[in-house]
T-cell receptor, first 113, second 115 residues
Framework: NAGVMQNPRHLVRRRGQEARLRCSPM?????VYWYRQLPEEGLKFMVY????????ESGMPKERFSAEFPKEGPSILRIQQVVRGDSAAYFC???????????FGSGTRLTVV | AQTVTQSQPEMSVQEAETVTLSCTYD???????LFWYKQPPSRQMILVIR??????QNATENRFSVNFQKAAKSFSLKISDSQLGDTAMYFC????????????FGAGTRLTVKP
């Protein structure tokens, strides 16, 4: 079991470009969560998805950010027209929907230049 | 909304000694879960310990134990016999196991274990 796989590990984008972050949950996990971590801060909840459904997107900025978890393939967090303030580490976590906590990926560090 | 507060941005401890990290939370729920996660320089988030609110007994995992005070909404982490490898950011987290199961984190405490 490879755990939660996130790629890329590092991503550099110029202002105005699009960033696509991928997350493959652990085998058997159907719940995916995205968190953002700014430097020297804790993790901030962004969105919670199950297969083909967004369950809670209360932490997502209303513009430029979107997330999906298709029936086949990884979950994608998309940031359009990136700005410098989007520079952060983005973590994906998955769970089986039980209450044993999450398994986190290693994160994607996005740098906007 | 649930909030999690870690009032100690940084702490240090000598190797082999004991250190306690504080966490308080605010909720109107009666049933919930609390966690401590460790984030070493590798940035990987590692689950350290988990506590169910309905259990009065404090959770323990080897050198890690918690002091869970439900009435006071306090959930501190005690690390005994500190090791250099314990140097990391430690995050307290709250999870309400209802519709969305999402987990809310505190701002973290940076722990440094000194040789």
């Amino acid at each position: 079991n490879a755990g939660v796989m996130q790629n890329p590990r590092h991503l550099v984008r110029r202002r105005g470009q699009e960033a696509r972050l991928r997350c493959s949950p652990m085998k058997g996990h159907s719940h995916v969560y995205w968190y953002r971590q700014l430097p020297e801060e804790g993790l901030k909840f962004m969105v919670y998805l199950q297969k083909e459904n967004i369950i809670d997107e209360s932490g997502m900025p209303k513009e430029r950010f979107s997330a999906e978890f298709p029936k086949e393939g990884p979950s994608i967090l998309r940031i359009q027209q990136v700005v410098r303030g989007d520079s952060a580490a983005y973590f994906c976590a998955s769970s089986a929907g039980t209450d044993y906590g999450y398994t986190f990926g290693s994160g994607t560090r996005l740098t906007v230049v | 909304a649930q909030t999690v507060t870690q009032s100690q941005p940084e702490m240090s401890v000598q190797e082999a000694e004991t250190v306690t990290l504080s966490c308080t939370y605010d909720t109107s729920e009666n049933n919930y879960y609390l966690f401590w996660y460790k984030q070493p320089p590798s940035r990987q988030m590692i689950l350290v310990i988990r506590q169910e609110a309905y259990k009065q007994q404090n959770a323990t995992e080897n050198r890690f134990s918690v002091n869970f005070q439900k009435a006071a909404k306090s959930f501190s982490l005690k690390i005994s016999d500190s090791q250099l490898g314990d140097t990391a950011m430690y995050f307290c987290a709250f999870m309400k196991p209802l519709n969305n199961n999402d987990m809310r984190f505190g701002a973290g405490t940076r722990l440094t274990v000194k040789p």
